[in-house]
């Protein structure tokens, strides 16, 4: 984690990290004004909190309440060297907690990350830069040793060289990558996570049965999500690069809707477009680019190749952000390399969704199977010995696809976890099934998925794959466990080089009568392709085009945006659009109009219904704003700081609109319960004196949204690269 220290006045630092701000000063004693703690109390706290944190972790996962636990910290300096100090952490425990779990939460307190580092030394390097900002160096903290080379199955360079010529083009590119955690909880599984320091919503994951595969992973991924703008999906480029020669890519082409809203011609293809718009119901506006939200401009397309043919088929950024994620896109050493990995995660999560929703029953991969890959088998074992019994299945479907499913059943919680991986080869397949499993997983991490159910239609409900997709946290059906499987064991091979293995996917997909459609991107100096598969690697349901559609931002961003520049009758129009827009009251404004506000401001709170709302409070609609301040507080999952606001607003708007009642009458216990100073935020809002009490004010220039705006100059590092490449610049 990038952490950017700043002077204020006398002896006071701010340090800015993510979204937050610490602020720290010395004692008056110390010249200091004493207005914060000092740097050294911050790291006394910090393992302080940290062994309250794997506490709260230990007892959240067994129902234990924490209201009547305790903990405190003590440092004992020896007096003759003040670096040698003892931190002896206390914790008071009551009565009813049984001896296990006393042992288990000790042993919890004792897996504490600010301990563990302390006691293994980090390692402080200090250095002279020419200008922090412009500093690329990729902040790798485990960078592989020696000029070994390391070659794993299914790559065309060593580990070494992957990692140096990945890690280059991203410093190039002017980001800091930094490794915010390692996982490798069992023998043979790695795991981490990186992260653009400055734009920390830039990460990826990384999985391999070593840290430098696993690094190799992560990095991969990166520059693939890179390439195909995955980072930014569905978010508010800004105005500047909005008005630019384009927008996503070179190569990209504008369409206008035609008459009536017609789809244009020269977008999609025959094929696609029976997929696409079966009805007839999808129209031009539904395609409008989300991005830029540049209705004048039209829709934004990009080329894709017909791989049945060579032919170029332009499909629209708004169709591709709103239906694929991140599947089917994927960086290699090589072009091949490339295909191989994208074709196979396409098959694996369409494997995986026809296996769950069918509620098919798979065959057990037999152990003299499993004891030809005896690393594989170590990191199995390992878990069935911390209790988790564990299912290894053949996804291929009788041979007929490269699939295999590792399944974790927890006894503790009755949750339970299907992993599955893809590849040509049988062996990585069950590896990367392995590493998904866990990555980024602790054991309490292992706690979270939810038990199997017979419901089908909870099993086959669309947005369930999704959650499968985004972090395997849907369900499946108790049927898949059948001991009687609906395919006989195939311990098969698709393997050859990697030219043979692409022509082998490309091919199964082929015999299955689906036309493939790829974007190759190179500019950035690895190989990226992004395979789209219509009608199979979908993660959405293409009903979403017309009904949910993220460009829906675009009814409502700009005034939003400018929410306090708005008239009256302006706010009574939005109020009235999204009252009747039937979206979900409790969507938050970040999502509906794409722009990443701070998590921790009010903005990054707001819902709908929290809007509607103000916007009530503003226009002195109390009667409505009542209404919706006791629905906001019956669902309420704010801060307690909003929740008590509210309740105050609650309270002063029922006087009000009482006649018989006196709000001067009042306002004296109003105040002593709520605080004179939010009593006058809350009158003042009541009263329309105050408007939008907590919202800051912004605009479509986005002043003040520094989370969103480091995400941006993110993009335009990578825009500005595009255009020097096509020269542009």
Not at 138 to 143: D, F, Q, W
Not at 145 to 159: C, H, N
Not at 267 to 285: A, K, Q, R, T, V
């Amino acid at each position: 984690m990038e952490i950017k220290v700043n002077y204020l006045d006398n002896l006071r630092l701010e340090a800015k990290f993510d979204d937050f701000t610490v602020i720290a000063d010395q004692p008056i004693r110390y010249k200091g004004d004493g207005s914060a703690p000092g740097p050294f109390d911050y790291f006394l706290a910090s393992s302080a909190l940290c062994a309250a944190y794997f506490v709260k972790v230990y007892c959240n996962a067994r129902d234990i309440s924490t209201e009547n636990i305790r903990l405190s910290q003590n440092n004992i300096v020896d007096p003759e060297d003040r670096y040698n100090q003892i931190f002896k952490i206390q914790v008071e425990l009551p009565e009813d907690i049984s001896d296990k779990d006393r042992q288990g939460i000790l042993r919890s307190i004792d897996r504490c990350t600010v301990k563990k580092v302390v006691q293994t030394g980090p390692t402080f390097e200090i250095e002279v830069v020419d200008n922090l900002d412009e500093d690329a160096q990729a902040l790798l903290l485990a960078k592989p040793e020696g000029e070994g080379a390391t070659w794993i199955e299914g790559k065309d360079l060593p580990l070494e060289q992957t990692i140096a010529n990945m890690t280059q083009i991203l410093a190039d590119l002017g980001m800091k990558i930094e490794i915010a955690s390692w996982r490798n909880i069992v023998p043979h599984v790695w795991s981490l996570h990186i992260r653009d320091a400055a734009s920390p919503m830039c990460f990826t994951n990384g999985k391999g049965a070593t840290k430098e595969s696993a690094l190799a992973s992560a990095l991969g991924e990166f520059i693939e999500r890179l390439n195909c703008n995955f980072f930014y999906n569905d978010q508010f480029f800004g105005e500047e690069i909005a008005d630019s020669a384009f927008v996503h890519y070179p190569n990209e082409r504008w369409f206008q809707p035609g008459p009536d809203d017609a789809l244009p011609e020269g977008i999609l293809d025959d094929y696609c477009l029976d997929i696409y718009n079966p009805d007839g119901e999808l129209f031009g506006s539904n395609l409008i680019d989300t991005n830029s939200g540049r209705v004048d401009r039209g829709i934004c397309a990009l080329p894709f190749v017909r791989q049945s043919d060579g032919e170029t088929v332009y499909f629209p950024s708004n169709l591709i952000e709103n239906l694929y994620l991140s599947n089917g896109m994927s960086a290699g050493n090589t072009l091949v390399e490339a295909q191989v990995q994208c074709l196979s995660e396409i098959f694996e999560r369409a494997v995986k969704r026809e296996i769950i929703e069918q509620e098919l029953a798979l065959p057990d991969v037999p152990l003299e199977v499993l004891e030809q890959y005896p690393d594989i088998l170590e990191g199995i074992r390992a878990l069935e010995e911390q209790g988790f019994p564990v299912l290894v299945k053949d996804a291929s479907l009788g041979g007929q696809f490269p699939v295999m499913c590792v399944t974790l059943m927890n006894p503790r919680t009755g949750g339970v976890f299907a992993s599955f991986g893809a590849h040509p080869s049988f062996h990585v397949a069950l590896e990367r099934s392995l590493t998904e499993l866990l990555q980024g997983r602790s054991f309490e991490g292992l706690n979270d998925f939810q038990p199997p159910t017979f419901n089908s239609l909870a099993v086959t409900e669309p947005n369930n794959f999704v959650e499968h997709f985004i972090d395997s946290s849907g369900v499946i059906s108790w049927r898949f466990f059948s001991a009687k499987s609906d395919y006989d064991f195939s311990h098969w091979n698709f393997s050859g080089s990697n030219q043979d293995e692409a022509d082998t996917l490309f091919g199964i997909l082929a015999e299955m009568g689906r036309e493939v459609y790829m974007a190759v991107y190179e500019d950035l100096g690895a190989p990226v392709c992004r395979i789209l598969v219509p009608g199979y690697s979908e993660v959405y349901p293409v009903d979403d085009l017309v009904w949910d559609n993220t460009n829906k931002a675009l009814d409502y961003r700009e005034e939003i945006l400018n929410l306090h520049r708005l008239s009256d009758d302006e706010l009574a129009d939005l109020a009235e659009r999204l009252d009747e827009s039937q979206l979900d009251v409790y969507t938050d404004i970040r999502t509906l109009i794409g722009v990443e506000f701070d998590e921790n401001t009010v903005w990054g709170q707001l819902t709908i219904l929290e809007l509607r709302l103000l916007i009530m409070l503003a226009l002195e609609r109390h009667e409505e704003a009542l209404e919706l301040v006791e629905q906001f507080l019956q669902y309420n999952d704010n801060t307690v700081e909003r929740g008590l606001f509210y309740r105050a607003v609650q309270a002063v708007l029922e006087v009000v609109l009482d006649d018989e009642l006196e709000l001067a009458h009042f306002l004296p216990n109003l105040s002593r319960m709520f605080g004179a100073e939010r009593m006058q935020a809350v009158v003042g809002s009541v009263m329309g004196e105050v408007r939008f009490h907590g919202l800051t004010p912004t605009s479509m220039k986005l002043e003040g949204l520094d989370r969103h705006l480091r995400l941006i100059d993110s993009y335009r590092k990578l825009h500005a690269a595009r255009a020097a490449k096509a020269g542009l610049s």
